[in-house]
T-cell receptor, first 109, second 112 residues
Framework: DGGITQSPKYLFRKEGQNVTLSCEQN?????MYWYRQDPGQGLRLIYY???????QKGDIAEGYSVSREKKESFPLTVTSAQKNPTAFYLC????????FGPGTRLTVT | QQQVKQSPQSLIVQKGGIPIINCAYE??????FPWYQQFPGKGPALLIA?????SEKKEGRFTISFNKSAKQFSLHIMDSQPGDSATYFC???????????FGSGTKLNVKP
């Protein structure tokens, strides 16, 4: 069953804690992306990676970090430096077309 | 500066109507224009996409119209159904697909 998986679906954390969101794909795509979506808003690019061991900052990278040690995996860490971390986080991958995972809703209180 | 501008922000139509969502871009290097459909709490799903070498593409009830000279493209949903109620995003990318630029989204409500 090919696709993009994100886990967990819902995540709750206390303010000041770092949290890592998982993203795995079995589509053999080179490029992977992380987006943030706030209620009623569009998609904002956090980080993207076109190849293993390489990634670039998107439009809102501050307070986030990523790694790309394997082609299949692109985890996102939301650090305590991110001022408003509560949001819906979407992972995507692409070879030509871009496909999205189901998302992780992060709530920080 | 927003690379892709989408309108309207929201749209209400009756069942059977033809909602039209418009997008405009400036960067002439864009050559791939997908549309996504997103239901609440779900990830966006690729609906239909077009390249600038054609002016129209149809897939089922969904049609993209593309005007290269005006740098505009639009999504038409024929015979709209309540199940089409969702948020629709347009996007644009360049040939190497390394980065996608999204519109701000249109929330469509199809009334029974």
């Amino acid at each position: 069953d090919g696709g993009i998986t994100q886990s967990p679906k819902y995540l709750f954390r206390k303010e000041g804690q770092n949290v890592t969101l998982s993203c795995e794909q079995n589509l053999n795509h080179d490029a992977m992306y992380w987006y943030r979506q706030d209620p009623g808003q569009g998609l904002r690019l956090i980080y993207y990676s076109q190849i293993v061991n390489d990634f670039q900052k998107g439009d809102i990278a501050e307070g986030y970090s990523v790694s790309r040690e394997k082609k299949e995996s692109f985890p996102l860490t939301v650090t305590s430096a991110q001022k408003n971390p509560t949001a819906f986080y979407l992972c995507a991958s692409s070879a030509l077309e871009q496909y999205f995972g189901p998302g992780t809703r992060l709530t920080v209180t | 500066q927003q690379q892709v501008k989408q309108s309207p922000q929201s749209l209400i139509v009756q069942k059977g109507g033809i909602p039209i969502i418009n997008c405009a871009y400036e960067n002439t290097a864009f050559d791939y224009f997908p549309w996504y459909q997103q239901f609440p709490g779900k990830g966006p799903a690729l609906l239909i996409a077009i390249r600038p070498d054609v002016s129209e593409k149809k897939e089922g009830r969904f049609t993209i119209s593309f005007n290269k000279s005006a740098k505009q493209f639009s999504l038409h949903i024929m015979d709209s159904q309540p199940g089409d109620s969702a948020t629709y995003f347009c996007a644009a990318s360049t040939y190497n697909f390394n980065k996608f630029y999204f519109g701000s989204g249109t929330k469509l409500n199809v009334k029974p």
